[in-house]
C-alpha cells in the first residue's frame, strides 16, 4: 500500500532535528548505517526546505535578467 506524506516544504520536522542531534552524539559508521531510513527521511525533508527556503531569491533573479 502506498501512503503518501504531505507536509508543508518550507519547515525542518521535528523528526529531521531529531535525527541531527542523534547522529551527532552517534557519529559513527555502523549507527549511521543501521539508521539510513531515517536518513533518506532526513535528507528529502531538508532539501525540501533549502528548496522552499531558496525558490524566492531565484525567480526573482530570473527576473532581473
Do not use: C, K
Not at 28 to 38: G, K
Not at 42 to 61: E, H, I, K, Q
Request: proline share 5%.
Amino acid at each position: 500500500e502506498f501512503r503518501r506524506v504531505l507536509f508543508d516544504l518550507s519547515v525542518i520536522l521535528p523528526s529531521t532535528m531529531d535525527f541531527l542531534l542523534q547522529l551527532s552524539e552517534n557519529n559513527e559508521r555502523e549507527w549511521f548505517w543501521e539508521h539510513e531510513p531515517l536518513y533518506r527521511h532526513t535528507l528529502v525533508n531538508w532539501n525540501s526546505f533549502v528548496t522552499a527556503l531558496v525558490r524566492p531569491f531565484l525567480s526573482g533573479a530570473n527576473e532581473r535578467d
